[in-house]
């Protein structure tokens, strides 16, 4: 698809939330950026073919990302966004959580919610029939780092003691809400980490 058009029919725009979603776009197109990249504050583009952010820094205001069911793998760049909040890339192609945690601790540094189920990185017990307790728990470990701002990786289940003594978090379970309802996520519950006396 080409990325300098738009379909008008896909795209919704409403207080600060834009969303264009099912395009098959590679990138952002740039239309986008060019129309709505400093009014916006939430952005999907969600199930898509996304491979690059190229683009993505014309969104100046970004407090909310989502992109999940593209093609987003291990060399995606991202740019510096310090207002953002939150990042769901469920259902990519990462498989590194390492380099990811590295990249987004530096680039988004008020990140306090990370989503990445279904992707390798993120290994899921329930419906990844090779993966294990062992598994999660090698994942659970590596998600907490330092560097990063808060504990903020979900994945198909709670963090054990540990994770949350590491990154003196709470952790709570509560279902998407009426936002995230735009985009379909099915009733899967998500889990949030977050520091003490982060909001």
């Not at 530096?106 to 990185?121: C, D, E, I, M, Q």
């Amino acid at each position: 698809m080409e990325t300098s058009h738009i379909n008008d029919f896909a795209l919704s725009f409403e207080k600060k939330r834009l969303s264009y979603c099912g395009q098959d776009c590679q990138k952002i197109p740039s239309a986008l950026w060019k129309m709505y990249g400093s009014k916006v504050t939430y952005l999907d583009l969600s199930y898509n073919s996304i491979e690059t952010l190229k683009g993505l820094e014309n969104f100046t205001e970004l407090e909310e990302l989502i992109l999940d069911n593209n093609k987003i793998g291990d060399s995606v760049c991202f740019p510096l966004m310090p207002r953002l909040r939150t990042l769901s890339i469920n259902n990519n192609q990462i498989t590194d959580l390492d380099g990811l945690i590295n990249k987004i601790s530096v680039k988004f540094p008020s990140l306090t919610y990370l989503s990445l189920l279904s992707n390798k990185a993120c290994p899921n017990q329930l419906s990844d029939l090779d993966k294990d307790d062992n598994d999660y728990q090698r994942y659970s470990a590596k998600s907490v780092f330092p560097g990063l701002p808060a504990s903020v990786v979900s994945g198909a289940a709670a963090g054990g003691d540990a994770r949350r003594v590491h990154a003196r978090a709470q952790t709570r379970c509560r279902r998407p809400g009426s936002a995230a309802a735009l985009r379909p996520v099915g009733e899967t519950l998500t889990c949030r980490l977050q520091l003490a006396g982060k909001t």
